[in-house]
């Protein structure tokens, strides 16, 4: 007999274009307790996050709609999204 729940697996959700999947397919931007929003590439800042697919697209996306802020809670940097764009040009290679 087999028994297959994938219990666990919860699936996130891509600010830009909404597709669904697991948290290692995305880049995770983190609201840290006092404030600063980073970039979380290992996923070991707690509290608020939101989710981006590794594609300049997506970033773009998730900027205009404003929905990386909205998730966030809070007005994303420039520096921050300058770095962003660097990590998504990077992780689309390959
Ligand atoms: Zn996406």
Known sequence: MKKSKE???FLRQCVGCGKRGLKNEF???????DGRIVIDGIQSFGGRGAYICNNSECLKKAIK??????NLRSE???TIIKELKLVANEK???
């Not at 995770?28 to 307790?33: E, F, G, H, S």
């Open 92 to 94: 689309t290679d390959g």
């Open 7 to 9: 219990k666990g697996a």
């Open 65 to 70: 709609n404003g929905r990386l802020s909205k």
């Open 76 to 78: 994303v940097p420039e």
């Open 27 to 33: 880049i995770r931007i983190a609201k840290t307790p």
